[in-house]
């Protein structure tokens, strides 16, 4: 399935499907919105799916400064959001990078939020030395390209013995990215702040989902943050590593509809 209509408020194109609890859905990197596609079949009959391109990845073609922080991405949907008249009652969903930009998103806009969906991600800010890796990936990405960051995240990306189908849809994804926007992204990761302490504040109900295998975001890591929020849930994809919606999109939609039935 393909974004053959795609939609574009406030510069951000999105693709969108079904009727419903508005459910935004925020990608991880350095992916764009297709990254989700699986679930349209699933869900499509219970919410209002929203995949947006964040900026500087997919059909988005925001100028991008050297840096794109996890703020401006938030801002980014706030705005998209805004022009379409829709900023209230919405579930906010991110994996991985996409979980930053929703951590964001709610700290700066909980009048918007229904409900959060953390997949795959951390709360913790980068160590040091892993905030310099990205900033030196990023430099190096004009002169290594997109198909050396392909060969290098996919391996960690998948649980063992998955499809290889979707591992090559994920490269060819990968691919045809921008650089300049991959490299501004992965800047600002670099930069994120830490959430740990803030994550008690969060009142609003919250989805925390983890793929069994997952060697990024691993489930204890996950399970810790859930423990920390007032009004979580955590959940564990069998059989799937960092991409869980993506991998075992079934399981994912089912663990979705409970969720979203809470929220009525």
Not at 73 to 101: P, W
Request: glycine share 6%.
């Amino acid at each position: 399935m393909n974004l053959s209509n795609p939609i574009q408020y406030a510069g951000l194109y999105a693709a969108e499907f079904g009727e419903g609890t508005f459910f935004l859905a925020v990608h991880g990197f350095p992916l764009d919105h297709e990254m989700w596609l699986p679930l349209v079949s699933y869900l499509s009959n219970d919410c209002r799916l929203v995949f947006p391109d964040l900026r500087g990845f997919g059909k988005t073609s925001f100028p991008v400064n050297e840096i794109t922080t996890m703020r401006q991405f938030a801002e980014d949907l706030h705005q998209f959001l805004t022009q379409k008249q829709q900023t209230s009652r919405i579930v906010v969903c991110g994996l991985s990078m996409g979980g930053y930009v929703a951590l964001h998103f709610a700290r700066m806009f909980p009048e918007c939020l229904a409900g959060l969906v953390l997949c795959d991600t951390k709360v913790a800010a980068d160590s040091q030395t892993a905030a310099d890796n990205r900033r030196r990936r990023a430099d190096a990405l004009p002169t290594t390209g997109l198909p050396a960051l392909a060969d290098a995240m996919i391996p960690n990306l998948f649980a063992l013995n998955a499809d290889e189908d979707k591992k090559q849809k994920i490269r060819q994804m990968i691919l045809r990215q921008s650089l300049n926007g991959t490299a501004a992204a992965d800047r600002g990761m670099a930069e994120r702040p830490d959430m740990t302490d803030w994550l008690p504040e969060i009142h609003i109900p919250t989805l925390v989902v983890c793929g069994e295998q997952d060697q990024i975001s691993t489930p204890t890591e996950m399970k810790t943050i859930a423990e920390r929020l007032p009004n979580a849930d955590f959940v564990i994809i069998p059989h799937a590593g960092h991409l869980s919606p993506l991998e075992s999109p079934k399981t994912f939609a089912a663990y979705m509809k409970e969720f979203l039935k809470k929220l009525s």
